[in-house]
């Protein structure tokens, strides 16, 4: 099927939500029919003064349950550059939000340095304010700078959107329970519309307050048990649940473009209001409901379409509306044949997550999508159904099976709000072409690690080690690949790079560096090239990375059309240079400089100090005889333990007199360059400083390159003057 122009595509994933954080925890939940539910902890609040089963005692909540994260509170701020003071005021829902919006970046392989700065969009649905409930309650003097921002709904987004510089519209919205879809509809248009080239968007709800339990036992909407129960004659109200998940959205045709891992396409969405239609306020619209889904579904759609996420909540009226309204507009009108509408709600896994309830469901479908299997439906069994599933021509799975597909899946995602606003989204799969590359298993490959503290770093390591035990089909090209380029690595200070070949070598050298210590790496480090002369280089040098490395090949191969601007200077400069043959270079260390020139007066006119490699290091050069003497002078010396001698393998007396007999048709034959402008901090060393006017580009400038002493210390000096942290 094609796809639209404008087609959504979901390349990255986070989420945490009850039975464990991340996705292969919440897939574990999904296809082992778990339902989470548990008793309320004391740390939320103390449900001994709040609960009691007697509906009619007032300030009481009717159950003691709902589906928790662990550690909902607990957050690494310094990974964030939050400071200890203000994260203390923070409400758990921005902290949540913060760590999977980490996640789906890190899900996509995309490092925050290169996230950092783009027109991101930040969408976030968010309805419970449990957390500012209870500060309302806290002594007026623990009221700080802090509080507004840590409280506030609508920082939510905005603190996403300037902890990771993203520039695009970033704001919270709250419409109940559909609050995370209609933020992915909004998202969508967005992106659509050129407001943003990428978005996160998603929902959060973290469960403090038990004034919320109260309110909704008054209501009759929550159930006694704790649990959703959907489509079940059992069902008596929604379980409650928490927990958050975020995706990040891109162009389709851009994802394809960065060769994105896709996870799926959000093909349309649409929202729509009960308005008047029905009446409390609460009451769910069959009317409106069907009116959301004939708007959004095309002939096509319908006769594609092969599984519902449900909103699904567990309330005797809501489940009944629903089903009738999906079977009326969808289920019955597929085509004769057709393969049965399968429909389920992920509330039974999780409980109620309200303002995240819409992301938990669409990350479900793009689980179920991924493994190729449609998950069971908690509770539900034909026994107990409070929907005739025959007659509605729709079908509750009560295991796991297999999600049979002649062409990509394809489902939709309903979310309501108890004020009447829905949602809809329709999620097609991507299938992506894999185009495998062998490098014959021989080549080595690095396999990069950063993280902002040693532990960090080591938790990282043992996860990695874990995950190539559990995993036995990875693919380790792509596994380095990812750790190399679709991390991040600039903000941590923490490093490590193993160079491997295969798997199990890869597992070997991580386990032996768990035990060894990392030092920091150097903050913004000042990296200066150094262009060497002779001696280090030799015949077929970087031969592996031209075959093997297309962006360095690449590369090379635009310096080389650069470089044939300067073909003059490197022809003259090393034909000339031939015709000159005799004499000899010797290099003198551990030896102050101003010593060695003192030696120098009995050899004048035979030999030169050629280079100054630093402080305690020069280079001579001159006649063969004259610097065989001097050889000879310092080998015998007192000193001579302690020096480091060595005659170099040159053909000729480079910086030295030997030279004068070329200086002039150096001059001319090179005569003068165009001059280019530089975008980067070029330092001469024949000079010794930073390029001035008439360096590089005259006959003259070269002639006194070949002759004059090589000022590499005056240069390096130069170079790093006033800078820390250079990297050479």
Known sequence: MEEAEDAIAVVGIGCNFPGGEGLDNFWKVLLEGKNCSVPIPKERFDKSSWYDPDDNKAGKSRTAKAALINGFNEFDHRLFGISDSEVEQMDPQQKQLLQCVYRALENAGIPMEKASGTRTGVYFGI????????????????????????LAMSIAANRVSYIFNFTGPSLSLDCACSSSLVALHLACQSIKQGDCEMAVCGGVNCIIEPRVFVALSKAKMISPGGTSKPFSNKADGYGRGEGCGVVLLKPLK???????????????????????????????????Q?????????????????????????????????????????????????????????????????????????????????????????????????VDAKALNIKVPQESEKWE????????????????????????????????????????????????????????????????????????????????????????????????????????KLSATLSKNVRPSLSDPRLVFVFCGNGVTYHGMCKQLLKHEPVFRGKLEEIGKLFQRLIKVIYFRSTLQNRVTGGKMLVISNMAISEVTALLPCYSGKVCLAAFNSLQSCTLSGDADAIESIHKE?????????????????????????????LQEIEETIGSLKVNDLDTELFSTVTGKEVQHGDFCTGEYWARNIREPVAFEQAVNSATKGKKNVVL
């Open 254 to 288: 851009k994802a394809i473009q960065d060769h994105d891992h896709i996870w799926g396409i959000i093909s349309k969405t649409a929202v729509n209001q009960d308005g008047h239609s029905v009446s409390p306020i609460t009451k769910p619209s069959m009317t409106q």
């Open 127 to 150: 309805m419970n304010r449990d957390y500012e409930t209870n500060a309302a309650h806290v002594h007026p003097s623990v009221i700080n700078h802090w509080t507004g921002t840590c």
């Open 290 to 386: 069907e009116e959301l889904l004939r708007r959004i579904y095309s002939e096509s759609d319908l006769a594609n379409v092969q599984y519902i996420e449900a909103h699904g909540t567990g309330t005797p009226v809501g489940d009944q509306t629903e089903a009738g309204s999906i079977s009326n507009v969808i289920a019955k009108a597929k085509p004769p044949g057709s393969e049965i509408l399968r429909i389920g709600s992920v509330k039974s896994n999780i409980g109620h997550t309200e303002s995240a309830a819409g992301v938990a469901g669409l990350i479900k479908v793009l689980l179920m999508m991924k493994h190729e299997t449609i998950c069971p439906s908690v509770f539900y069994s034909e026994e107990t159904a409070s």
């Open 405 to 508: 597909a002649l062409g990509p899946r394809i489902a939709g995602v309903n979310n309501f709000g108890f004020g009447g606003t829905n949602a809809h989204a329709i999620v097609k799969q991507h299938k992506q072409s894999h185009i495998e590359q062998r490098n014959g298993g021989k080549q080595k490959k690095y396999f990069v690690m950063s993280a902002n503290s040693p532990k960090s770093l080591t938790l990282m390591t043992e996860d990695t080690i874990k995950h190539l035990d559990a995993d036995s089909e990875l693919d380790v090209d792509s596994l380095l690949y990812t750790s190399a380029c679709r991390r991040s690595h600039l903000k941590h200070k923490y490093r490590k790079a193993i160079m491997v070949s295969s798997k199990v070598e890869l597992k070997e």
């Open 634 to 662: 310092l080998s015998t010396s007192a000193n001579s333990q302690n020096l480091f001698l060595r005659v170099l393998d040159v053909p000729a007396a480079y910086h030295s007199h030997m030279m004068d007999p070329i």
